[in-house]
């Protein structure tokens, strides 16, 4: 799938260690080596249970279990320091890289987050060569407050957007531009809207003309769609 997304011409993938409880990030290694251009956003914040180091026989029952018994497959949410600089070195690690391209708070919570001291670290990991940007990844309401005390932690920022709602809007009063977004089919099926996945994300890149929209797919014969689209628009 992976490297069909490459074919298809996709130059940029979004990760974070819960995804397949660390597998999301292992799986994208030899596709990164391959393809040295490729950038790549992971996050920190959120942790899988049992850790991300778990063979794929231990992910695929957990999760099975977690069907039934929730706390089995539910994650950790911390953002303690300490923890993540040991999971920034574990990320490089599985990704298989020396830097990466976007790092950001997995869906923090305002209030629990040290801004001042997590804009001084992720700042030491740019002078460091470790990061290149970083900011957040979230919910607007969740990065409006964090934005209000600490607009500096928020250059780079991937927010939860829709077509009916335009959740994303909201960030404009922090003089933050509409850069990453994603949800739009999700939200656009909540909301009644029965268009074709095509209209959807069409009209969604309209809207984010300034940056980039996420999408995902199990369906291989998608990516070449996608690609369509946004030669479509641009």
């Known amino acids: 799938m992976l490297k069909a997304a490459v074919d298809a011409g996709f130059t940029h993938f979004d990760t974070a260690p819960y995804y397949g409880f660390g597998a999301a990030e292992r799986d994208l290694k030899q596709v990164l ?134 959740e994303a809007d909201a960030l404009s009063r922090y003089g933050l531009p509409m850069q990453v977004t994603y949800g739009y089919v999700s939200g656009a099926r909540s909301s009644g809207n029965h268009a074709s996945v095509e209209n959807i994300l069409m009209d969604a890149l309209r809207r984010n003309r300034s940056g980039a929209v996420i999408v995902s797919t199990l369906r291989p014969e998608r990516l070449p769609q996608y690609a369509r689209i946004a030669e479509s628009v641009a």
């Not at 303690?80 to 298989?96: F, N, Q, T, W, Y």
């Open 33 to 166: 080596y391959e393809h040295p251009a490729l950038t790549v956003t992971t996050k920190v914040g959120i942790y899988s249970p049992g850790g991300e180091a778990q063979p794929d026989a231990l992910i695929f029952l957990r999760k099975a279990a977690g069907r039934v018994i929730k706390p089995i497959s539910a994650p950790t949410k911390t953002f303690d320091l300490a923890r993540a600089k040991v999971a920034l070195e574990r990320s490089l690690k599985r990704l298989g890289r020396d830097r990466i391209d976007v790092y950001t708070l997995h869906e923090p919570d305002p209030g629990t987050v040290r801004t001042d001291e997590w804009l001084r670290w992720l700042e030491d990991c740019v002078k460091a060569g470790k990061v290149k940007n970083f900011g957040l990844a979230s919910t607007a309401d969740k990065i409006a407050p964090i934005a209000e005390h600490c607009v500096a932690l928020c250059q780079y920022v991937q927010v939860l957007d829709s077509l009916e709602n335009r």
